[in-house]
């Protein structure tokens, strides 16, 4: 059955007569009868669920206005608004929109903050009687991530999650569909799916991907099409009935819930309900829900029927002294180093441990996963016995992990388990008990059976599970591979559930252990191993790696295994790679694309005594950088995380070039002045534009948002700027974008405009009379380069 969602609030709101920048949800207890009156126009059309009027009733969202300390009595008044619309039937979802901040450590929202701001509003909500939480037009993973689980938190309410993609199929910070499905249905979402941003054309193949992940319910709420710009206003294509004939392949694809969101009215919620009241023979099937983990910007598939996977297992200071030293003095360069090393060696997913003696683990771990998770695309495997440090790195976690590992003793479990469950992570089960290691693979089942009992009891799904066969070594016990070999194949036949263990100790204390390692590994694969936990530097593994792919069936006709030893493709080993970046240009270009924040410093410290120019250095090893980088990033090989950490990167580069050499600071290629228009209080994607202009040798003047066309005009002319970049983020303000050009041009202001927003299209540019449309920060940059150059 198809619930119906409402259709959009805020231009309903503004034909009520809210003047563009006034607080929409102050509303709610000044002029509650004009909101209530908006949610009755929708219940009468036949809405299922109605959504409060509090997108933006959150603490830093509130604080623009002047209303932060309204948190609660907004959010009450909204909940009573929509009361007293209500028919028997109708239910009441809790709207709770973004607070306008990008998370840590992409920009300095705190998890804990957040997490704080969250909490509030949602109480609120779940008090005063909403029926939904329903979290919303959010753009990334993490603040997602941190939504829900401050509604957890606070309410035993359905949580709906609705992520806002842009027309690539992710979201701004680069997640896809399937990969916040799987992310978002771990961590005890109740629904999720898609709103805002584009048309339903758009997202029906993301409703479809969710629904292929998950199975829990699906919820898609489309604008009206793409905006365009007619005689001055901003009109949404879709008519009522034009829409409506969506809803058949929408429900199709996988949605069971179906609403409007910007350019929708009641005639289209109506439409929608006469078409879903229609609906006949529409069933969606069950999915089959793999064991996964994801990272921000992928997912990962284990167990039958999926390719083996290798776990790099590098990250870990345990018997080496010089990366403990390094991790001790707070030195993550090594981590960073090691981490893309081993994923350019092969690696599919990443064990990070951070067990250095006398250090604060929490801290350390909390550290490395958030720098790890800004530059690496794979999925992490938390690795520690310390309990805060679990916590720590789940926390800043941007997607599904795994806990390496839990045991069968009575304390992991009752530590381990419950994090589990509250972070959405998956676990390696371990065999080991209080009465040590079980010296048969009979007995392994037996241990292994009291965790996977104690994970479902404490509310784990089966495909939250993976095992460990426990590896000992051979020099001590002559059956010790064959028992683990054993318990491989005792585990496909009883469980079922993906296995995963490290493979080193089944040579410790004997010679050559390289070959034994790599031979013990072609076995356990052939025996059920999934995913081994290995060094891929090996240059012997490796050779194994390739060739079980190619032998079991993974590598189709052998054709990277041809490529890998026909001398079409190098193997990667950490030497190779290395010695291609001798040149030390190449490492400062290097070093900026991986957002080697700590390392940049010494390699342009030794670029000016060795006597590069700053020229050479900026061209040849800084602007080199972003320009890969950039094309990388149109191309979809990597994402905004990626850029923003090149571009700070970048920075600090010119600052060290300027401190050492003061007579040489560049000057500036072009002044751009930034400006989100009048009524319009998102400026996040403009902040994200000025620090990429900024570090990349523009001039920026940044009036904020909600600005007036007058005060675009004066800031032009005043400082002679030579860029305008206008920002616009919400359907009602659309407007505005015209209004300042053209105010800028009645002026006689020569400085060309770049436009952008999520809800703005090329088109709706070209018709506004800008000079250029940006789809996102990139493609600003490099626009706002082609500008300043034709001008020259």
């Known amino acids: 059955m198809i619930q119906l969602f409402d259709g959009a609030m805020g231009t309903m709101l503004q034909q009520s007569g809210l003047k563009p920048g006034y607080c929409p949800e102050l509303w709610n207890i000044e002029q509650p009868e004009k909101v209530t009156a908006i949610h009755r126009e929708y219940v009468a059309v036949g809405a299922d669920i109605i959504e409060t009027n509090t997108l933006g009733a959150n603490r830093i969202k509130l604080s623009h206005y002047g209303l932060a300390d309204k948190v609660a009595l907004l959010n009450i008044g909204a909940v009573k608004a929509a009361r007293a619309a209500c028919g028997p039937q109708t239910k009441i979802a809790g709207s709770v929109g973004p607070t306008g901040k990008l998370a840590a450590?992409?920009?300095?929202?705190?998890?804990?903050?957040?997490?704080?701001?969250?909490?509030?509003?949602?109480?609120?909500?779940?008090?005063?009687?909403?029926?939904?939480?329903?979290?919303?037009?959010?753009?990334?993973?993490?603040?997602?991530?941190?939504?829900?689980?401050?509604?957890?938190?606070?309410?035993?309410?359905?949580?709906?999650?609705?992520?806002?993609?842009?027309?690539?199929?992710?979201?701004?910070?680069?997640?896809?569909?399937?990969?916040?499905?799987?992310?978002?249905?771990?961590?005890?979402?109740?629904?999720?799916?898609?709103?805002?941003?584009?048309?339903?054309?758009?997202?029906?193949?993301?409703?479809?991907?969710?629904?292929?992940?998950?199975?829990?319910?699906?919820?898609?709420?489309?604008?009206?099409?793409?905006?365009?710009?007619?005689?001055?206003?901003?009109?949404?294509?879709?008519?009522?009935?034009?829409?409506?004939?969506?809803?058949?392949?929408?429900?199709?694809?996988?949605?069971?819930?179906?609403?409007?969101?910007?350019?929708?009215?009641?005639?289209?919620?109506?439409?929608?309900?006469?078409?879903?009241?229609?609906?006949?023979?529409?069933?969606?099937?069950?999915?089959?829900?793999?064991?996964?983990?994801?990272?921000?910007?992928?997912?990962?598939?284990?167990?039958?029927?999926?390719?083996?996977?290798?776990?790099?297992?590098?990250?870990?200071?345990?018997?080496?002294?010089?990366?403990?030293?390094?991790?001790?003095?707070?030195?993550?360069?090594?981590?960073?180093?090691?981490?893309?090393?081993?994923?350019?060696?092969?690696?599919?997913?990443?064990?990070?441990?951070?067990?250095?003696?006398?250090?604060?683990?929490?801290?350390?771990?909390?550290?490395?996963?958030?720098?790890?998770?800004?530059?690496?695309?794979?999925?992490?495997?938390?690795?520690?016995?310390?309990?805060?440090?679990?916590?720590?790195?789940?926390?800043?976690?941007?997607?599904?992990?795994?806990?390496?590992?839990?045991?069968?003793?009575?304390?992991?479990?009752?530590?381990?388990?419950?994090?589990?469950?509250?972070?959405?992570?998956?676990?390696?089960?371990?065999?080991?008990?209080?009465?040590?290691?079980?010296?048969?693979?009979?007995?392994?089942?037996?241990?292994?059976?009291?965790?996977?009992?104690?994970?479902?009891?404490a509310g784990l799904r089966p495909h939250d599970l993976l095992l460990d066969a426990l590896v000992m070594t051979i020099a001590t016990g002559a059956e010790a591979a064959a028992e683990t070999l054993k318990t491989l194949q005792l585990y496909r036949k009883h469980f079922g559930y993906p296995a995963v263990m490290g493979l080193s100790n089944v040579s410790y204390g004997l010679p050559r252990r390289d070959l034994l390692n790599a031979a013990f590994c072609a076995m356990a694969v052939t025996a059920g191993l999934d995913a081994p936990i290995l060094n891929p530097f090996d240059p012997l593994m490796q050779d194994i790696w390739a060739a079980v792919g190619a032998l079991g069936g993974h590598d189709a006709q052998g054709l990277n295994y041809s490529r890998k030893y026909s001398g079409a493709l190098p193997v990667n080993t950490q030497g190779e790679q290395q010695a291609a970046e001798t040149d030390l240009l190449s490492k400062i270009r290097r070093s900026v694309m991986n957002g080697e924040t700590d390392g940049i410093v010494p390699l342009v410290s030794q670029a000016v005594n060795e006597n590069y120019s700053p020229l050479t250095i900026t061209e040849q090893a800084l602007t080199a950088a972003m320009n890969e980088l950039g094309q990388a990033f149109g191309q979809g090989q990597c994402f905004l995380p990626q850029v923003i950490l090149a571009a700070e990167t970048m920075r600090i580069a010119f600052s060290t070039i300027k401190k050492l050499l003061p007579a040489h600071q560049s000057a500036s290629i072009g002044k751009v002045l930034l400006a989100t228009v009048k009524g319009d209080i998102h400026d996040l994607g403009k902040n994200i534009v000025a620090a990429l202009l900024e570090n990349n040798g523009f001039t920026v003047i940044d009036l904020g948002k909600d600005v007036s066309p007058e005060a675009v005009v004066t800031s032009a002319r005043q400082h002679q700027a030579d860029i305008v970049g206008l920002c616009a983020l919400m359907t009602t303000t659309m407007p505005q974008i015209d209004i300042t050009i053209a105010a800028l041009k009645t002026a006689g202001v020569n400085a060309k405009t770049i436009v952008g927003g999520a809800v703005l299209t090329a088109d709706y540019a070209r018709q506004a009379g800008a000079d250029a449309y940006a789809a996102d920060g990139i493609a600003a940059l490099n626009i706002a380069k082609q500008l300043v150059t034709a001008n020259c």
């Open 105 to 457: 450590p992409l920009g300095d929202l705190s998890f804990d903050l957040a997490c704080d701001v969250f909490k509030e509003q949602i109480k609120a909500l779940d008090e005063a009687g909403a029926d939904y939480i329903i979290i919303e037009t959010i753009i990334d993973i993490q603040e997602m991530r941190t939504a829900l689980l401050a509604a957890k938190a606070v309410t035993n309410k359905p949580v709906i999650c609705q992520l806002t993609f842009e027309q690539d199929g992710r979201t701004v910070t680069g997640t896809d569909a399937t990969t916040a499905a799987i992310t978002l249905e771990a961590l005890g979402a109740a629904i999720i799916g898609a709103n805002c941003s584009l048309g339903p054309a758009q997202l029906l193949p993301l409703v479809a991907a969710m629904a292929g992940a998950v199975n829990i319910p699906v919820s898609v709420q489309p604008n009206a099409g793409m905006p365009q710009l007619i005689n001055g206003k901003t009109i949404f294509p879709l008519k009522p009935a034009e829409m409506a004939e969506w809803v058949t392949k929408l429900a199709t694809a996988g949605a069971s819930y179906i609403g409007g969101c910007c350019g929708t009215t009641p005639d289209h919620i109506k439409a929608l309900r006469q078409e879903i009241d229609g609906l006949t023979g529409i069933s969606r099937k069950n999915t089959i829900t793999p064991t996964a983990l994801t990272s921000r910007t992928r997912t990962v598939c284990l167990g039958p029927g999926f390719q083996p996977v290798i776990i790099g297992e590098r990250i870990n200071p345990t018997g080496r002294k010089n990366l403990a030293q390094e991790i001790k003095a707070r030195n993550f360069v090594p981590v960073k180093k090691e981490a893309l090393a081993q994923i350019e060696a092969g690696a599919g997913i990443l064990d990070v441990n951070m067990g250095v003696p006398g250090i604060d683990q929490p801290q350390a771990m909390r550290q490395a996963v958030e720098e790890l998770s800004l530059l690496v695309p794979v999925p992490l495997v938390i690795d520690t016995t310390d309990p805060a440090a679990l916590e720590a790195g789940l926390k800043a976690y941007p997607g599904r992990a795994m806990i390496n590992s839990v045991s069968a003793e009575q304390e992991r479990l009752d530590a381990f388990l419950p994090l589990a469950k509250k972070y959405g992570a998956a676990i390696l089960c371990l065999p080991l008990s209080d009465k040590g290691v079980p010296a048969t693979a009979t007995e392994r089942i037996e241990v292994a059976r009291i965790i996977i009992d104690a994970a479902l009891q």
